[in-house]
């Protein structure tokens, strides 16, 4: 995968602080996995779920941020324009 990153992330993963964020494969797949396989995931859905835990809001000042208790997610997560926006970008209309 190395080969397909540009210098500057190269270069980052190299920073102890920014190392200490990274995840594993099975680290980084674990919540996926836990949503699929959870009884109590499969009948809910729509829910932003970040290491195991389902996700709340991102304060509206503060939408960059992670928070004390996880990412969090921003209303645009959920938004249909920006769904529509995403299928311009990979369709070349924007």
Wanted: hydrophobic residues 35%; glycine residues 8%; charged residues 30%.
């Amino acid at each position: 995968m190395g080969a397909y990153m540009a210098d500057a992330v190269k270069k980052s993963l190299k920073d102890p602080v920014t190392y200490k964020y990274l995840k594993s494969v099975k680290q980084g797949a674990a919540t996926t996995v836990y949503a699929v396989l959870s009884k109590e995931w499969k009948v809910k859905g729509g829910r932003f779920l970040s290491d195991c835990l389902e996700q709340k809001p991102l304060p509206d000042d503060k939408p960059w941020k992670s928070t004390a208790h996880g990412d969090g997610y921003t209303p645009r997560a959920f938004s249909l324009e920006a769904v529509d926006m995403e299928d311009d970008l990979e369709g070349g209309k924007l």
